[in-house]
């Protein structure tokens, strides 16, 4: 399967290939959105900080997944290996793997990540829909910020239920609509086809509020463990994204995080991290 339109990636993998200081600093090793504690810094701090503010959603995200020695952990849609890295530096013992649809972000995290300790990493460019690895041999999987972008959360869940050992867990994080926006997505997606496209982030599909979420993880075999809202936290990330694509010169690029940064701020989209658990099956 070919990797998506991703224009954003594009852009951004050309200004690091260029030597731009400070897309490097900022999206050179995580790409996804920050948490900050304080959720108002002035936006100078806001760029000063988005390093550390993004390092911070990934600790509050493995924190969710009650990670311990000897564990196997997948990241999907891995990115430049960020999270990989993050799981190296502070874990010891971990059987790491991240995964990828774009060999070009597979390529740059394997330059930029290296095992430490007792860990290993193994880097994979396949499709999270069909994950090429045996049943029941994971404890963790992750998916940061990416699971938006796949064809089909359905076949993604049921490919995370598959690979997890039975009381293995599941931790996403996604960018989740109130019902109303939910339900008119899902009417106008159906009339079009097709999942909504801008020129920044190409497909995008935001339909499953809470409810198919938890409904939709339980028909496939996981249960939905912690549902944590951390919107307000991720808000000052905008300002900051906004103004590495303006000085990137582009504009509707701009534009386009501008709307979504109205959503999250009206309440109608809210950044939510889910941790999902495969039940371990009773004794006789």
């Known amino acids: 399967m070919p990797a998506p339109a991703l224009p954003y990636f594009d852009q951004v993998l050309q200004r690091l290939e260029a030597g731009d200081p400070q897309l490097e600093r900022c999206f050179g090793n995580h790409v ?30 493995l924190d ?69 690895l ?43 609509p109130c019902r109303p926006l939910a339900i008119l997505l899902r009417v106008l997606q159906s009339l079009r086809g097709a999942p909504f496209s801008n020129g920044t982030y190409g497909p995008v599909d935001c339909r499953w509020d809470q409810r198919r979420y938890a409904s939709q993880a339980k028909r496939h075999g996981l ?5 944590l809202d951390i919107t307000v936290h991720t808000l000052p990330t905008y300002a900051v994204v906004r103004k590495l694509f303006a000085a990137m010169g582009a504009e509707s690029a701009v534009r386009d995080t501008a709307r979504i940064e109205q959503l999250s701020r009206w309440g109608w989209l809210r950044y939510r991290i889910l941790t999902f658990s495969k039940p371990i099956a009773a004794g006789p």
């Not at 948490?35 to 810094?41: A, E, Q």
């Not at 059987?95 to 095992?115: C, H, K, S, W």
């Not at 690979?163 to 931790?171: A, I």
Request: aromatic share 8%; hydrophobic share 45%; proline share 5%.
């Open 134 to 176: 045996a049943t029941d041999s994971l404890d963790v999987v992750l998916a940061v910020e990416c699971i938006f972008h796949f064809p089909s959360r359905q076949a993604f869940l049921q490919e995370a239920q598959r690979v997890l050992r039975p009381g293995g867990r599941l931790v996403l994080s996604d960018f989740v």
């Open 223 to 227: 249960e939905l463990r912690n549902d």
């Open 32 to 61: 996804h959105w920050g948490y900050w504690k304080d959720p108002h810094p002035s936006e100078l701090s806001a760029i000063q900080e988005f390093p550390q503010a993004a390092e911070a959603l990934t600790r509050l995200m």
């Open 64 to 132: 969710q997944a009650h990670l311990q020695a000897g564990e196997s952990v997948l990241d999907v849609g891995c990115g430049f290996g960020g999270t990989i890295d993050s799981l190296n530096q502070n874990w010891d013992g971990l059987a790491l793997t991240g995964l990828n649809l774009d060999a070009r972000q597979i390529e740059r995290a394997r330059q930029f990540v290296q095992p430490r300790a007792a860990n290993t990493i193994e880097w994979i460019v396949a499709d999270a829909c069909a994950l090429p």
